[in-house]
């Protein structure tokens, strides 16, 4: 891959990254980066002075490692409170800054300074200590992207709860899951949200799930519709404005831990119960920070946003990590592309929206409208494009880099996950970009790429592994310590084994290449999906594709590649044998797909990433295990009913 971007001084003079190697004496980025991951006593006091986080009590040690690092624990005895560091200090050096803008989908627009904000998260404190929640007990939220998930988050960490954010989409039976796992007290949601035009009956949905989750003994309601009809059940349920009437806003943050537990969220497991990812105040404050300061490089009053729900690890990246800066987060509640096609470049351009972050899925999803979209608005606020979710295809990062960016923003691509509480990779503005890498490991991760012995491998694909533990790795899985050790540490004693492919070019740009456990083996021969996907996505007429191994009787696996086509293109022969030719150029005739069968949409999460396992387990007749996560569920009977044919 070329280099697409390189850092002009200009940049380089005001990077946050820059300054960091300034203060640690490192004028080389990448030495900063092995320093950093070989020496966290040295690193991360620095950059949690550096990027202004404020601990109440300073810690013993920055990380002790006698339970092992599967179980290691950080900022050793230091006490801090999270949303004294995201919004009460900045309520009091920038008052009148925006800490949280929103629209909804019918165009209403509000926000809050970071004065209202604090005001408004303390009372909401305050009415959560009303209502029996105690340090540690679990508030679970079920909202729209806007200024009342920040209340809510910043709330329970104000009073040392630990909140539960539930994905937005869900049907009942998936937030009853997480309800009962979880033992929620209080659950907060809103009378109803808009997507996509419709209504969604938020409020009757946590009915329906509280029923079945029998720790509830509050829900909090936000009268977002304002509607007149919503159900509320006597004794149990009031909504905000009550729950907040009266209160002083006069309780001060609580002084926690550094470990104590902050956030349980849930990411989807491959069959049946999801995993309960814990995090704490510490670790995870640092981290995120971290993060969104030197790989994104968001600055004090900056409109960040990222196409994202609560319920995924890029919420809670803009939530705590924008706000720990200072920066604006802008919340859209609905699609980004509706009422119209070009919603997201409106609201960049109508937010001066700096830092902007997508998934590559998404951005193959808006290429279809086309770049006239893109170019009646202007975009001249963007300055860092933040990308994450899955492998790139060339294609669409080239259009994201210069229809959307103008060739001058950088693509700061960078793969982590809810488990590890920030990112693994990540490129950075302090060095040249090349298109579709992840540039290398995020500061303060000791990453490798190793063989199936634990061999580290260059040149070659192989595993995504760390070897040493980190500030935002999740303290484990609720309530099951063994399935935490069995999904990452059991397979290579003494380091997390991430399940992700990837590669070190001679360059030393790392990329990835899909999950490992989607891999396909064909005749012997190992690829990763991704990879077949960009052969065809090349092809104009193909939006977005999913490439699956199925069982074959001679070669053990073959290929099928399902295909989204853009608006007005139809499938044909003809088109099948063109994106067959493809991927045999691209990648060789042993790779050439058995099939290509071509759908009207895949399916996807609300965060657009494609979910390949389901597709598969359509294709093979399999369980597809947690599909609580996809937006269009719909999707799977046409792609059962193309396999039958």
């Not at 349920?237 to 609580?254: I, K, S, V």
């Not at 995090?279 to 971290?290: A, E, K, M, W």
């Not at 001249?380 to 259009?399: H, I, K």
């Not at 657009?608 to 598969?616: C, F, G």
């Amino acid at each position: 891959m070329e280099i697409v971007w390189t850092p002009t001084p200009e940049v380089l003079e005001q990077a946050n990254v820059v300054r960091l190697m300034g203060r640690l004496g490192v004028d080389n980025y990448r030495e900063l980066q092995r320093r950093s991951a070989q020496d966290p006593d040295w690193f991360w006091p620095a950059a949690i002075e550096d990027m202004g986080l404020e601990f109440s009590q300073q810690w013993d040690r920055v990380v002790d490692l006698s339970r092992g690092p599967e179980w290691a624990t950080w900022f050793v005895g230091g006490k801090l409170n999270l949303a004294w560091n995201c919004v009460h200090r900045w309520a009091e050096r920038t008052p009148e800054v925006a800490a949280a803008n929103w629209e909804s989908e019918d165009g209403e627009r509000h926000g809050l300074t970071y004065r209202e904000l604090s005001e408004r998260v303390t009372r909401f404190a305050e009415a959560l200590v009303s209502l029996g929640v105690e340090p540690g007990d679990r508030v679970a939220y079920f909202l729209p992207m806007s200024p009342e998930v920040s209340i809510v988050s910043h709330a329970c960490a104000h009073v040392g709860a630990v909140q539960v954010p539930v994905f937005s989409g869900f049907a009942a039976p998936a937030v009853a899951q997480r309800l009962q796992d979880a033992e929620a007290k209080v659950v907060v949601t809103a009378d109803g949200s808009l997507r996509r035009g419709r209504e969604v009956p938020m409020k009757e949905i946590v009915d329906e799930a509280a029923r079945e989750s029998p720790s509830v003994e509050h829900v909090v309601v936000w009268r977002r519709l304002g509607r007149d009809d919503v159900p509320m059940t006597r004794g149990r349920d009031l909504f905000d404005a009550d729950a907040m009437e009266g209160r002083p806003g006069t309780l001060e943050p609580l002084q926690v831990d550094s470990e104590h537990p902050y956030l349980l969220t849930y990411t989807s497991g491959t069959t049946g119960k999801p995993k309960g990812v814990v995090h704490v105040q510490g670790g995870f404050l640092v981290s995120i920070t971290r993060e969104v300061a030197y790989q994104a490089d968001a600055k004090a009053g900056e409109v960040v946003h990222f196409v994202t729900d609560m319920g995924w690890i890029m919420g809670p990246w803009e939530v705590v990590g924008g706000n720990a800066l200072g920066c604006t987060v802008l919340f859209a509640e609905g699609a980004p592309d509706w009422p119209a096609a070009d919603r997201l470049w409106s609201l960049v351009e109508r937010e001066q929206i700096a830092v902007l972050g997508l998934s590559p899925t998404l951005t193959r999803a808006l290429i279809p409208h086309g770049r006239e979209l893109v170019e009646q608005h202007d975009l001249s606020s963007l300055r860092v494009l933040v990308t994450t979710g899955e492998p790139w295809n060339p294609e669409p990062y080239r259009w994201l880099h210069e229809v959307v960016g103008g060739g001058r923003c950088p693509i700061i691509n960078c793969s982590g996950g809810t488990e590890v509480g920030a990112c693994f990779l990540s490129a950075c503005l302090a060095e040249p970009i090349k298109a579709c890498s992840l540039g290398g490991p995020a500061l303060g991760m000791a990453m490798d790429v190793v063989d199936a012995e634990g061999r580290p491998v260059r040149g070659e694909v192989g595993e995504l592994v760390c070897r040493k533990p980190f500030p935002g790795m999740t303290r484990g899985f609720w309530r099951d310590p063994e399935r935490y050790l069995d999904t990452y540490w059991r397979r290579l004693p003494g380091v997390w084994v991430h399940g992700d492919w990837a590669s070190i070019d001679e360059d030393g740009y790392w990329f990835l290449h899909g999950r490992s456990d989607d891999t396909l083996n064909i005749a012997g021969k190992r690829v990763g999906p991704a990879e077949l996907e960009s052969a065809v996505v090349a092809h104009p007429v193909v939006a977005e594709a999913a490439a699956v191994g199925v069982p074959h009787e001679v070669k053990g696996e073959t290929a099928w590649i399902f295909c989204a086509l853009v608006p007005g293109a139809e499938p044909s022969e003809e088109l099948e044998a063109e994106l067959r030719a493809l991927v045999s150029a691209e990648l060789g005739k042993a790779f050439a797909p058995e099939r290509i069968l071509f759908v009207g949409a895949l399916p996807k999460t609300r965060s657009a990433k494609i979910v390949r396992r389901a597709v598969r387990a359509k294709a093979v007749g399999a369980d597809p295990g947690d599909l609580s996560s996809l937006e269009n569920p719909e999707t799977l009977a046409e792609i059962e009913a193309v396999v039958r044919g």
